[in-house]
């Protein structure tokens, strides 16, 4: 794998917050290509969360580089969109004005009104939501709550999508519906995401490959690339087996925690 | 009456209404009605019906009461009483807001400062603004003064406290989104934390009117010569008993038109949010 063909690349990333004797998290290293999905695993408090906030630059890690586009990055890079499990939206917008949330901020690339506008109408038909634009927050479920906050991210075109267990409140049959968006957006946006699950079907499903975090201090215990073709409902056998060796490699990582 | 808005509820499900084959908002309409038919009915028992031919509480009947506010309405001052009135609210409202919105920020946002003055609030807000009323009139004198100074105390704490209650419930969601976006200070001010904060200080706003109206008329029955108060104790003084009636009922109506407007405006400038319920 070359590093050059990166759109993001994080080399020897350590992580501890004041107070702690050890690292949360050492000498992790990630690649992330275009057009590729890569789902991060791991048990709770490993350090997930803390790590994605370095990769956006909401956060200084102790030790290592995270580069975009082979430059390293200083704070919140234009083109890297953020969501999490809470959509966030703003109650008192309209689906549309939140959408169309920061995109005339200061520290965001200048577009006109119209071009504006054509971002959240694009954003806003790739996750299906044209009948609901001006509906609030309050109006929305929480699967729609979800597809607008990925507008909202998908409305700054981004190169890099950080998503820190967007599904996770979601129930079963709107997560999967979810997941098959979030291959679509991938495909459709040319885009590189990173995807924080808790959830070894739904990093199965999605991913072209699998980070595993682990031991203590946190550092990369298991690495699948996964090369069935998607959505992969029909590989029920194959997957099966990587699910199994997923779990014995995270269970061995938390009993070396212990 | 909370002082603070608990959590919005969920809008009733009105499908069973259209089920039912009704617009909810019209069937919503038709109860209301319905329901204030009832309460004059109820007066017109109580006035017209149970008490015998010639007794005092005929005086006070719906029959009189309504044709009389119609003709104080054209043919009298009360007007001008009306508007003398709702200028001391107008008063009153925005002293109160002078005072409790940057106090209610500044609790808000400093939690040493909310311990510090939380209890000194309480027992401030439990004293009945009235008891104040002869202090105020020895402070400020006669006239206008007193009565803005009661308005205001009385309507001072649902807006302080709403409002500190605001900055308090700030999604930490929200910051983090203006954090992600690569927002500035003022941007973060000007886009999340002064909307965020405005539908609670409406809230607030709406509590206080409901506050100041009925203090109002108690306020105004002592030493000023205008003012819905001072025409209910002028028409006892007269015994235009008919009269009395029809200001209670013009008190009655013109506080519902505030609540309403109050509502409108919320509607206005905190479009999304769930009507609080204000109980
Ligand atoms: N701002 C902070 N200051 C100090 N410690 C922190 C901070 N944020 C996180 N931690 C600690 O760092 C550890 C890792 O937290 P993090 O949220 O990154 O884990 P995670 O892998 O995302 O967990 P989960 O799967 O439960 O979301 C936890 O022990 C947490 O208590
Ligand atoms: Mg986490």
């Given at each position: 794998m070359l590093a050059n063909d990166a759109v993001l690349a994080a080399k020897g990333i350590g992580l501890r917050y004041p107070g702690?004797?050890?690292?949360?998290?050492?000498d992790f290293d990630l690649l992330l290509r275009r057009g590729e999905i890569v789902s991060l695993l791991g048990?709770?408090?490993?350090?997930k969360s803390s790590l994605l906030r370095v990769l956006a630059g909401l956060q200084q890690s102790i030790d290592g580089v995270v580069t975009i586009n082979q430059n390293p990055v200083q704070g919140v890079h234009p083109r890297v969109a953020i969501a999490f499990q809470d959509p966030s939206l703003l109650p008192w917008l309209t689906l549309e004005k939140n959408v169309a949330f920061g995109l005339d901020f200061k520290h965001q690339p200048k577009l006109s009104a119209a071009e504006r506008r054509a971002r959240v109408d694009v954003a806003i038909n790739e996750v299906g939501l044209s009948h609901a634009r001006s509906l609030y927050p309050s109006a929305l479920s929480g699967g729609m709550a979800q597809r607008t906050a990925l507008a909202r991210c998908l409305a700054r075109k981004p190169e890099i999508l950080l998503l820190d267990e967007p599904f996770g409140a979601l129930d079963e049959v709107t997560r999967s519906e979810m997941q098959q968006l979030l291959l679509k957006i991938v495909r459709d946006f040319d885009t590189a995401a990173l995807l924080i699950t808790h959830d070894i079907d739904e990093a199965l499903l999605v991913s072209d490959r699998i980070v595993l975090l682990g031991g203590g201090p946190a550092r990369e215990v298991g690495h699948w690339t996964i090369e069935l073709p998607k959505p992969r409902e029909d590989y029920v056998a194959e997957l099966g087996a990587l699910r199994v060796e997923v779990l014995t490699t995270l269970r061995r990582a938390m009993a070396r925690r212990h | 009456m909370t002082l603070v808005a608990t959590a919005p509820q969920r809008t009733r499900d009105a499908s069973a209404d259209v089920r039912a084959g009704l617009h909810p908002a019209l069937t919503r309409f038709a109860l209301a009605l319905a329901g204030l038919a009832v309460l004059l009915g109820l007066w017109w028992i109580g006035t017209d019906i149970l008490p015998p031919e010639g007794s005092f509480a005929r005086k006070f009947s719906p029959g009189t009461a309504i044709p009389t506010l119609g003709s104080l309405l054209i043919g009298s001052d009360l007007p001008v009483h009306i508007l003398v009135s709702l200028k001391r609210v107008l008063v009153g409202l925005l002293l109160a807001l002078a005072i409790g919105v940057p106090v209610g920020l500044a609790v808000g946002s400093w939690s040493k400062l909310n311990e510090a003055t939380s209890p000194a609030f309480q027992f401030l807000r439990m004293i009945s603004p009235l008891s104040w009323m002869p202090l105020a009139v020895m402070v400020f004198g006669v006239g206008d003064p007193p009565i803005y100074f009661l308005l205001a105390f009385a309507a001072v704490w649902p807006i302080l406290l709403n409002t500190a209650d605001a900055v308090r419930k700030l999604d930490p969601s929200w910051l983090r989104l203006s954090q992600s976006l690569a927002a500035t200070r003022w941007e973060t001010l000007r886009t999340i934390i002064v909307p965020g904060v405005l539908s609670h200080i409406l809230t607030g706003l709406r509590l206080a009117i409901g506050v100041i109206w009925i203090v109002l008329v108690p306020c105004e029955m002592l030493g000023v010569s205008a003012g819905l108060g001072y025409f209910i104790l002028d028409t006892r003084d007269r015994l235009a008993y008919s009269e009395l009636m029809a200001v209670v009922l013009l008190i009655g109506f013109l506080g519902f038109l505030l609540d309403m407007s109050a509502r409108a405006l919320y509607q206005l400038a905190a479009p999304g949010s769930r009507q609080p319920r204000v109980s």
């Open positions: 702690q004797s050890a690292n949360l998290l050492s048990p709770s408090g490993v350090g | -």
